[in-house]
């Protein structure tokens, strides 16, 4: 079983940046692939970011590239998500996923490989 606890979202102006912060517990952090999702109001979960164990390889959605970073620190069990220039379409639920299965050539990108979810947090951008 493994334990995710997201923080950092809140309302910020569009423009603005947030980091989103993801601390596991209970799995071997550094062979679990990690994901970021997000679900804004009224529509589905849609994938975000992921990253490899080792954080080497990275995935982005078309609508964050160039704008959002994922990370990780596998020391201290915690995954990132540094998100700039906001807009009001980023508003929406971040959830951060985990995956059971690891694979040495393959990230997971779609919520449906992921096994292991956060409670969430909301980020919110007026427009």
């Known amino acids: 079983q493994v334990q995710l606890v997201e923080s950092g979202g809140g309302l910020v102006q569009a423009g603005g940046s947030l980091r989103l912060s993801c601390v596991a517990s209970g799995r071997t952090f550094s062979m679990t692939n990690m994901g970021w999702f997000r679900q804004p109001p009224g529509k589905e979960r849609e994938s975000v970011a992921a990253i490899s164990a080792s954080g080497g390889r990275t995935y982005y959605a078309n609508s964050v590239k160039g704008r959002f970073t994922i990370s990780r620190d596998n020391a201290k069990n915690t995954v990132y998500l540094q998100m700039n220039s906001l807009k009001p379409e980023d508003t929406a639920v971040y959830y951060c996923?985990?995956?059971?299965?690891?694979?040495?050539?393959?990230?997971?990108?779609?919520?449906?490989?992921?096994?292991?979810w956060g409670q969430g947090t909301q980020v919110t951008v007026p427009s």
């Open positions: 996923a985990a995956a059971r299965t690891y694979y040495l050539t393959y990230l997971q990108t779609t919520s449906g490989e992921y096994d292991y």
